[in-house]
């Protein structure tokens, strides 16, 4: 199936140079010029991966960057002049998968591309085995987004089977409130809002939420799920 590769770049001149060699290489091809069209497109186009400019009109790519990542894992690659190390970390802290300074060769462009892309459907195949996480008396459907706690469905917001999901992955590990407002979207620096998810995700999974099992708060870092990470089990 022939892969689709999103653009988002308002340089004119070098947007064409990029449909060119990525139809070149065999890719179906959509540009956009603005991060409101690169969100558009995302959920028209369905790409399966995307170079991304950092400065576009009306947003910086980062800020794409970070929201496509809510809810998309596939390839991006940011291409910027900017060459400062705070900036390339500070991309890839966002979720970019790859940074490539411009100007750039466009052969080691496609070459990173069609490496990011095996790596990306390598990854989607080893998920697609993989449809449930066992932890406890708890079981996640990974495909059908539900958890279950002894086999009884727990009724769960779209945002608190995020949070959820969050800390049963890293069973112990002690997730700040900042990292979870980033995963949650939320307002930065709301942190009421965090604890208020975290009160209401006990009142539905502990069976005495003022004196949690499960998810534990430690005091000034933040909060994790109470269980050893080496009984986290995964099947078909």
């Given at each position: 199936m022939t892969k689709k590769i999103l653009v988002v770049e308002d340089d004119e001149n070098l947007?064409?140079?990029?449909?060119?060699?990525?139809?070149?290489?065999?890719?179906?091809?959509?540009?956009?010029?603005?991060?409101?069209?690169?969100?558009?497109?995302?959920?028209?186009?369905?790409?399966d991966a995307m170079l991304l400019d950092?400065?576009?009109?009306?947003?910086?790519g980062i800020e794409i960057c970070r929201q496509v990542r809510f809810d998309h894992d596939?390839?991006?690659?940011?291409?910027?002049?900017?060459?400062?190390?705070?900036?390339?970390?500070?991309?890839?802290?966002?979720?970019?998968?790859?940074?490539?300074?411009?100007?750039f060769g466009f052969r080691e462009m496609?070459?990173?591309?069609?490496?990011?892309?095996?790596?990306?459907?390598?990854?989607?195949q080893q998920q697609e085995r993989i449809s449930q996480m066992l932890i406890g008396p708890f079981r996640v459907d990974l495909i059908m987004f539900k958890v279950y706690k002894d086999e009884v469905e727990i009724p769960l917001t779209k945002r608190e089977f995020k949070?959820?999901?969050?800390?049963?992955e890293q069973p112990g590990s002690i997730?700040?409130?900042?990292?979870?407002?980033?995963?949650?979207?939320?307002?930065?620096?709301?942190?009421?809002?965090?604890?208020?998810?975290?009160?209401?995700?006990?009142?539905?999974?502990?069976?005495?939420?003022?004196?949690?099992?499960?998810?534990k708060t430690k005091s000034g870092l933040g909060y994790y799920f109470n269980f050893p990470s080496q009984e986290v089990t995964y099947s078909s």
């Amino acid at each position: 199936m022939t892969k689709k590769i999103l653009v988002v770049e308002d340089d004119e001149n070098l947007v064409n140079l990029l449909h060119i060699y990525l139809v070149k290489d065999g890719y179906e091809v959509q540009c956009v010029r603005s991060g409101k069209e690169a969100l558009a497109a995302i959920q028209s186009f369905e790409p399966d991966a995307m170079l991304l400019d950092w400065m576009l009109p009306d947003m910086e790519g980062i800020e794409i960057c970070r929201q496509v990542r809510f809810d998309h894992d596939f390839p991006i690659i940011m291409i910027s002049a900017r060459t400062d190390e705070l900036d390339i970390v500070l991309a890839l802290e966002m979720g970019a998968t790859e940074y490539i300074r411009k100007p750039f060769g466009f052969r080691e462009m496609l070459t990173r591309l069609r490496i990011h892309l095996k790596r990306y459907e390598r990854e989607l195949q080893q998920q697609e085995r993989i449809s449930q996480m066992l932890i406890g008396p708890f079981r996640v459907d990974l495909i059908m987004f539900k958890v279950y706690k002894d086999e009884v469905e727990i009724p769960l917001t779209k945002r608190e089977f995020k949070l959820l999901l969050h800390l049963l992955e890293q069973p112990g590990s002690i997730k700040s409130r900042e990292e979870i407002i980033n995963i949650l979207d939320f307002t930065k620096g709301d942190r009421r809002t965090v604890d208020v998810h975290i009160r209401r995700l006990r009142e539905k999974i502990e069976e005495q939420p003022s004196s949690p099992k499960w998810i534990k708060t430690k005091s000034g870092l933040g909060y994790y799920f109470n269980f050893p990470s080496q009984e986290v089990t995964y099947s078909s």
